[in-house]
């Protein structure tokens, strides 16, 4: 395993836990992720995925980056 291939590994498994925490440990209100935070998470994690072709990775990860800023601004006017 390259150093890139652990770093990825590495970055996969801590995405994941976050996301555990962030379904598991939340308060008695539990609200589910929005759809626009999904694609998010799901982009972003495509980007990891890509990442041996660091343009398209990097995009993504910035798309995904702008996609929950677009929905956490979208939350905070609700």
């Not at 890139?4 to 939340?26: D, E, H, K, M, W």
């Amino acid at each position: 395993m390259s150093a890139n291939q652990i770093f990825i590994l590495i970055a996969i498994i801590s995405l994941a836990f976050v996301a555990i925490l962030f379904f598991f440990v939340r308060g008695k209100k539990q609200k589910r992720l929005s759809p626009l935070a999904a694609i998010s998470f799901a982009v972003v994690l495509a980007g990891l995925l890509l990442f041996d072709n660091r343009i398209i990775g990097y995009s993504f990860i910035a798309i995904g980056i702008i996609l929950s800023i677009i929905d956490a601004m979208k939350k905070g006017n609700q």
